[in-house]
Nanobody
Framework: VKLVESGGALVHPGGSLRLSCVAS????????MYWYRQGTINRREEVAS???????TYADFVKGRFTLSKDNAKNTLYLQMNNLEPADTAMYYC????????????WGQGTQVTVSS
């Protein structure tokens, strides 16, 4: 199983980025899929996710700015991030699991997003 994130970059406040997570060994259509992030002083926190019913959920701090999507044919998870703020600076990670607290789960290596003027 492999999750490979990409799309992170340095952007100015108010800018946009689209992160991608290409999955192999798991089908994004069959797993709960997540984006997490971890800043330099913060613990890893959930940003957005597709639950077992396929409904996207978002952390309060990104609602209205970030949009989660996936392309089952490309086996890829996306995170469109608009109106970025310096507080969004973090390493962003993709995660896949079986929608339960226990059991198998997988992480990608992360992609760095830096928002700075």
């Amino acid at each position: 199983v492999k999750l490979v994130e990409s799309g992170g970059a340095l952007v100015h406040p108010g800018g946009s980025l689209r992160l991608s997570c290409v999955a192999s060994g798991v089908a994004v259509s069959d797993y709960c899929m997540y984006w997490y992030r971890q800043g330099t002083i913060n613990r890893r926190e959930e940003v957005a996710s597709f639950g077992f019913d396929g409904t996207p959920t978002y952390a309060d701090f990104v609602k209205g700015r970030f949009t989660l999507s996936k392309d089952n044919a490309k086996n890829t998870l996306y995170l469109q991030m608009n109106n970025l703020e310096p507080a969004d600076t973090a390493m962003y990670y993709c995660r896949a699991d079986r929608c339960t607290a226990a059991g198998e789960y997988y992480w990608g290596q992360g992609t760095q997003v830096t928002v700075s003027s």
